[in-house]
């Protein structure tokens, strides 16, 4: 968990299972909504980090 | 301890007593009103976060007023409640800003305790009936 990919991972986790106990009430959307949360952060994450790569500073 | 049905309205006093224990004990006040599976989660999900913060070697930040944003990021680190006060009694939090992922636990740190603030808000709306 200490390179950039495990901390973000597991901050993606943590806030993904936060908001969804919090934006859902059944067991079922609960994963649905967590899991479409984990993949956008952590794919958001790798995806702003690609657009970012070119950038000298 | 009682169930809160949607539209039960609490006392005031309640209300603020729910959200108090809420702030102390992340995921308490959900417990308390009943959302056993919400409760557990956040009770599980937000000191593990904190933890995961401190193991990081991020900073539980000073109330420094002449620092305004030192001073929002330590309101934030207050908001986990208890795990906040042992982490301190226990001295830990001092940061050690030459660490790789110093940064990474500060967000850890800082968002656990804003996480824990909306679901003290979470509790409020249920205690009020309005979820």
Redesign the interface.
């Given at each position: 968990?200490?390179t950039h990919l495990g901390?973000m991972v597991?901050?993606a986790l943590?806030?993904s299972?936060?908001f969804a106990?919090?934006m859902r009430d059944a067991?079922g959307e609960q994963l649905r909504f967590g899991l479409r949360l984990f993949g956008g952060l952590v794919g958001g994450g790798i995806l702003a980090g690609w657009l970012l790569y070119p950038l000298p500073f | 301890m009682p169930i809160a049905a949607a539209g039960h309205v609490r006392s005031t006093l309640d209300t603020y007593l729910i959200c108090a224990v809420g702030w102390a004990l992340p995921g308490a006040g959900h417990l308390w009103l009943g959302r056993r599976?919400?409760g557990l989660?956040?009770l599980i999900?937000?000191p593990?976060?904190f933890a995961?913060g401190l193991w990081?070697e991020g900073r539980l930040f000073p109330f420094e007023l002449t620092q305004p944003l030192v001073a929002l990021a330590a309101f934030a680190d207050i908001g986990v409640g208890v795990p906040y006060v042992v982490a301190k009694a226990m001295s830990q939090g001092a940061g050690r800003a030459i660490a790789?992922?110093f940064e990474?636990g500060n967000?850890?740190l800082i968002?656990?305790g804003l996480?824990n603030m909306?679901?003290v808000l979470?509790a409020f709306d249920v205690a009020q009936g309005r979820k």
């Open positions: 968990m200490t901390a597991a901050f943590f806030v299972v936060v106990a919090l067991p | 599976q919400k989660i956040f999900a937000l593990l976060m995961c990081l790789p992922t990474y967000a850890f968002v656990a996480l909306l679901v979470d």
